[in-house]
């Protein structure tokens, strides 16, 4: 099956910096990527659509100049983290489609001290 | 709006036993998809099972199904002969038809525990 890759897959950083999160589609192209927030024990929340070569969609509540989403590529998106904080520190995870069929990463664990 | 709704936050299921997860939504679109995604500890989100809301017939993938009621709009899993591996969280998920491609709602997720 598909392979959708994230880097890195746990950071840790001070409060009031920045965090850069890529999520690659490794061995296709994808056009839409999704990323989505998940707290410890609950669901996962989408945040926004990430669309090639346009801006992102962003779900409602979901600041837009807080979690930059960047997808300069068809195999590359990015969610930048801007001045995060402690209330920032969750499992970050993208998922890809390709066809019908939808491929997720394998998560990213972010912790704000 | 869809919504999605598991009201069973934990269950446990003797192994090699049958267990039923429940799930409910709600919408008004007449296309869509319906998805079981199982999140082991690992966070990995592995798809269990995937129903097409035209089609009929349940889903079957070994030794999971599905019973979808599209009146109902009830859509549940049902494992058979758990095994210890199957110990996870469990997500029913909602997807509008093709032209969200991707675009999942998430129940809230039921924690399945299989004990030996």
């Known amino acids: 099956g598909a392979v959708v890759s994230q880097h890195p897959s746990w950071v840790i950083c001070k409060s009031g910096t920045s965090v850069k999160i890529e999520c690659r589609s490794l061995d296709f192209q994808a056009t839409t990527m999704f990323w989505y927030r998940q707290f410890p024990k609950q669901s996962l929340m989408l945040m926004a659509t990430s669309n090639e070569g346009s801006k992102a969609t962003y779900e409602q509540g979901v600041e837009k100049d807080k979690f930059l989403i960047n997808h300069a590529s068809l195999t590359l998106s990015t969610l930048t983290v801007t001045s995060a904080h402690p209330e920032d520190s969750s499992f970050y995870i993208c998922s890809a489609a390709r066809l019908e069929d939808l491929f997720f990463g394998p998560g990213t664990r972010l912790t704000v001290l | 709006a869809q919504t999605v709704t598991q009201s069973q936050p934990e269950m446990s299921v003797q192994e090699a036993e049958t267990v039923t997860l429940s799930c409910t939504y709600d919408?008004?679109?007449?296309?869509?998809?319906l998805f079981w995604y199982k999140q082991p500890p690992s966070r990995q989100m592995i798809l269990v099972i995937r129903q097409e809301a035209y089609k009929q017939q349940n889903a079957t993938e070994n030794r999971f199904s599905v019973n979808f009621q599209k009146a109902a709009k009830s859509f549940s899993l049902k494992i058979s002969d758990s095994q210890l591996g199957d110990t996870a969280m469990y997500f029913c998920a909602f997807m509008k038809g093709s032209s969200n491609t991707g675009k999942l709602i998430f129940g809230q997720g039921t924690t399945l525990q299989v004990k030996p």
């Open positions: 919408t008004s679109e007449n296309n869509y998809y």
